[in-house]
């Protein structure tokens, strides 16, 4: 676990709601790209390692027969099943409410596992040894992200960019300055390194899959606003009863960034590792 930090379920309390509309979308083409990592002969089941409210694995659930999605919030749980009925799949979707350090649950064997931005969470190496025990003979996990090095940032005219420095110095001005998390802080942040976690497990590879980004998007006030109160290190519950007046602090800032209430930004690639056991 990280050094000097304890996980607690305030963690991403509050920022399920937010998501959808918060986050940026992975870059197009990312379950294609995955498509043709995956045998041809291999669909069975999908396990999604704190899944959120499901964005990863709704996109992949049209290349597997079942889907489960395992997350220690229950926003994100309840999120997840909303989304999962309204795009018609409810009925091979399985949504828990557990840590990855609670598997293998009783869930039995798996053909793939994915984890989205989500393994630096955890207990890596406990959570990894599990995950290739969990399964079967050729499959494989799936270590999602958005690329490190892609072509994100301003997208330039017609809107101004996110004024992201000073969105930051805002929260730090509220929550002070080292990074919140749950009932703690990071003052490290969390730990890289997850190659060599997945090879120490007994994983082999890793294959590499670079999705390029790169396309302009447009975003709106309240879609930056979701943004901030999507991450941990800004959840609402964090504001207390300030949250109002953060929000309004928050909103002048952006109008005076963009008096119009537009922004305009780049969509960000995305990578792919994916180990086979």
């Known amino acids: 676990m990280i050094e000097g930090w304890e996980w607690d379920e305030t963690l991403f309390a509050g920022t399920a709601a937010y998501y959808e509309r918060g986050r940026l979308p ?20 999908l396990l999604d390692v704190g899944c959120g409210p499901g964005i990863v694995a709704l ?8 889907v489960v999605g395992v997350d220690p919030d229950h926003g994100m749980i ?9 795009e018609g799949v409810a009925g091979k979707t399985a ?3 557990l840590r990855a350090e ?11 596992a994915v984890f989205a931005q989500s393994f630096h969470w955890m207990d890596q190496p406990r959570v990894a040894a599990t995950v290739r025990d969990m399964l079967r003979p050729g499959g494989v996990l799936l270590h999602v992200s958005d690329q490190k090095d892609d072509p994100g940032g301003p997208a330039g005219p017609p809107h101004p960019p996110v004024p992201q420095p000073e969105i930051d110095a805002l929260v730090r001005s509220w929550l002070g300055p080292v990074r919140r998390a749950g009932r703690g802080s990071l003052p490290q942040g969390t730990p890289g390194g997850e190659e060599a976690v997945f090879a120490a497990a007994g994983f082999t590879g890793p294959q590499h899959l670079a999705i390029p980004g790169g396309q302009p998007l447009e975003r709106t006030i309240d879609d930056i606003v979701a943004s901030v109160f999507s991450m941990s290190f800004a959840a609402p519950h964090l504001f207390g009863d300030r949250l109002p007046d953060f929000e309004t602090e928050l909103r002048e800032l952006l109008r005076t960034a963009s008096p119009e209430g537009r922004f305009s930004v780049r969509q960000p690639g995305a990578e792919v590792y994916v180990w086979g056991r």
Not at 27 to 45: E, K, N
Not at 78 to 86: L, M, N
Not at 102 to 112: C, F, N, S, T, V
């Open 26 to 45: 992975y870059a197009p083409g990312l379950a294609d790209a995955i498509a043709g990592a995956l045998r041809p002969d291999r669909r069975g089941r």
């Open 59 to 66: 996109t992949l659930a049209h290349l597997f027969d079942e």
């Open 78 to 86: 309840t999120e997840a099943e909303q989304r999962a009925a309204k």
């Open 95 to 97: 949504w828990l409410q």
């Open 102 to 112: 609670e598997l293998p649950a009783g869930l039995g064997a798996i053909d793939a």
